[in-house]
């Protein structure tokens, strides 16, 4: 029997080569006005409410507001992306999640404590490095923002970050890969692809952070075709913003806004033998799991009902704004979809990789 490998899983027998190209110019429109209207709207209510304005001169609920409509304007990618497929390339939403046509629940709880691992690693690895190297200050002595104001952060976080890099990950991992994927049949021009646009859109910081999201955007493209599904790349993403992000709560520093594009070159140097491990240890746990997915032989059959979203049922709704490709907006306005000024967060001093 012939197979379908995960990034071929859009060349169905309904494709056409316009359909790639709507769908993405359906999430990206979708995503930009969803977020225009949330500032908006969020904005308006501030200034009735007669708020203060926040550091970007807009009227402001206060900063865990600012944190959370950050974020839910990137998740907006999240239902966006699905429909795209079951829409526009009139196959099931759950090819974008893996071969198998759903997100591998087992397979993403196994891999979650090895991207935790590796993000503890790659953290303290390259704070040692530049402590060694140049005496850089990591912060760490810096005053705790104390068990309250830290609980409430990370409640918060806890909330809103799996669907914010869940969407992510279903934008360039999953869409991008598979839009590219129908014009070749090897995987590298769309794993290169989708990693080039995961990188400029988090802007450009230093060249080494710019080499380290890229390597990332690769090296979770390629475990994805390879595994054949999104669950290693969502893993690791969940749970580098959600260490990062938490740390920089603990300091009372989730204002501070740093990407993973301005880290130093020691990050980075650390972050190539955390991404290289993590990628071996992913590889043999995921053995047991099917990397390719029966070809159909014909058109596949599109359900009438209602998108069933790939994360769990949450207080966080997703029909939201934002993508990874899109042009930065001018200070003061609301910051692009995917990324958001208050959506990439992380403490100065620590030099975290935010996401």
Known sequence: MSATPYHRLARTPAHRWWRPVLGT???????????????????AAAMLAGRPNNVDGMASFGEHADLALAFLTIAVLLPLTLLAARWIQRRPAGTLSSVTGRLRWPLLAKLAPVALIAVVALIAGGVGLSALTDGADSGLGDPLAGWGPFALSMLLLLVVVPPQAAA?????????????????????????????VFAAAHGWGTPWGFADLFLFGAVTGWLTVRTGGLEAAIALHVMNNLVSAGIAAAYNQLTITETAADMPWQMAAVDVLVLTAYALVVLKLAEPYASVAPEPST???IPTGPVASPLPAGPVASPLPAGPVASPLPAGSPASPLVSEEGHLVSARVGLPWR
């Open 25 to 43: 110019l359906f999430i990206l429109a979708g995503g930009v006005f969803a977020t225009l209207a949330g500032y908006m709207v969020v904005t």
């Open 168 to 196: 992510e990950e279903y934008f360039t991992r999953g869409w991008l890969l598979q839009a590219t994927g129908v014009w070749f049949r090897r995987p590298w021009v769309p794993i290169a692809f989708q990693a080039l």
């Open 299 to 301: 058109p596949p059959t």
